[in-house]
């Protein structure tokens, strides 16, 4: 008997089929392709690498550097696949002198695309025994090459990695900026939860960087001290203009001892929730608009007014609301004397608070890294992975009038009166 007209579910199930092999095998062709252009980029840096270099030769007249063939077959995980190949390599008869690919490590096993992604799953709860199961979708049965000796040697790595990184000259840096922030991070080793200090800087270009992050104390003075110390130390003599933090930190006194020059402002984010916090929650949205009419306000008196009129509406009945918001009055308003455009960018510590927002709430969902050291690696790695997203200030040519001493009364650039 012949069913002319398959039932439906049938016709369906037939669809999903043939979309698994054409997946299947428009992946196979990407992996190919990606193998022979890698394999030719290779090509093209020996050959570079040999012609540059033909015209030495030894007392028999022979060539000093010469192609040597292929190396063994080795295997390159990442995102696509795992790539087989066979790198070409060169003999180099120059005492002390070794070839090595600028595309291709000689140690490199793993995309970095592929090593960004193993401390996000880490952070996020998966064991490193689990971590070859975790990633099979994406390398098939080479995965099991991600061993659990294999992850605890690249986290070592990490560690190394993060140790030259917090030791590196910061003497051709010129900062303007500043943000701080702790981020508390969980680790199931220890009873404590550790407290990773970071600081992220705006350089002249409007670029942001991140300039430390160390194992310390959110509330200690002497931790912040540390960090300060080290950042001057190697290199960073000119103080920033202004810092930007929560103002329960133990920041604010080691930026008093190491660059009294800079100027403070506290975060509106953090200092927005500690008031609301106290507040009954049903005034909560009303006390936040009123917030919000301080600091979006056009010039400093503006803020002034809408600052006294917020003391005003609830300093009788909530007297510890108004005293935490009165606390900072001064330091909640230094923006005004910068450039407008910096505004949005100074009023807040948000960029450390969203970059590692992620990082905050995976730790808090599991038990987080084996031990502090570990966790200071991890947390480095994915930060330097949040700098590569982050733009630039609004209005960054400013910054070049502010280092020169240009005054800024509310946004505007003051203008030098005639003589």
């Excluded at 009123?290 to 008196?301: P, Q, Y």
């Excluded at 570990?374 to 997203?389: F, M, S």
């Amino acid at each position: 008997m012949h069913i002319h007209n398959p039932p439906k579910e049938i016709e369906q199930e037939s669809d999903r089929f043939t979309m698994v092999i054409c997946q299947s095998e428009l992946e196979r062709v990407m992996l190919e392709g990606a193998g022979r252009l890698l394999l030719k980029a290779l090509e093209a840096e020996v050959t570079r690498h040999i012609e540059r270099f033909e015209h030495l030769r030894d007392d028999a007249g022979r060539r000093q550097v010469v192609r040597n063939g292929y190396g063994a077959p080795r295997r390159l995980q990442s995102g696509l696949g795992t790539i087989e190949l066979q790198a070409p390599r060169v003999n180099d008869r120059r005492d002390g002198e070794r070839f090595t690919s600028q595309i291709l490590p000689p140690y490199l096993r793993r995309t970095p695309t592929l090593e960004n992604l193993i401390p996000i799953l880490y952070l996020k709860g998966v064991s490193t025994s689990s971590m070859a199961a975790a990633l099979a979708p994406l390398l098939g049965s080479n995965a099991a090459g991600l061993s659990p000796t294999t992850i605890v040697r690249l986290i070592e790595g990490w560690q190394e990695e993060y140790d030259t990184w917090s030791r590196r000259s910061l003497k051709d840096e010129e900062i303007v900026y500043l943000w701080a922030d702790g981020i508390y991070c969980n680790v199931r080793l220890e009873d404590d939860r550790p407290c990773l200090l970071v600081v992220v800087g705006a350089r002249r270009d409007g670029t942001k960087v991140l300039l430390a992050v160390i194992d310390g104390e959110r509330e200690s003075k002497q931790s912040w001290l540390g960090l300060l110390q080290g950042l001057k130390k190697r290199g960073l003599k000119v103080p920033p203009k202004v810092a930007v933090a929560d103002g329960a930190l133990g920041f604010w006194a080691a930026l008093e001892e190491v660059w009294p020059a800079c100027k403070q402002q506290r975060c509106w984010v953090h200092k927005t929730v500690n008031v609301l916090d106290k507040l009954p929650k049903k005034l909560q949205a009303e006390a936040k608009e009123k917030l919000h009419d301080i600091w979006m306000a056009a010039t400093k008196k503006d803020a002034e007014t809408a600052f006294d009129h917020f003391l005003a509406v609830y300093g009788a009945k909530y007297e510890k609301a108004c005293a935490c918001l009165a606390e900072d009055r001064h330091e909640l308003l230094t923006f005004y004397g910068f450039p407008a455009e910096h505004w949005r960018h100074l009023r807040t510590s948000n960029i450390i608070e969203s970059g590692f927002a992620t990082i905050r709430h995976r730790s808090r969902q599991t038990k987080g890294a084996g031990n502090r050291r570990a966790a200071l690696a991890l947390i480095y790695r994915l930060g330097r992975e949040c700098e590569k997203g982050w733009r630039k200030l609004n209005g960054h040519q400013m910054l070049g009038k502010l280092i020169t001493g240009v005054r800024f009364v509310d946004g505007v650039e003051e203008k030098k009166k005639a003589a």
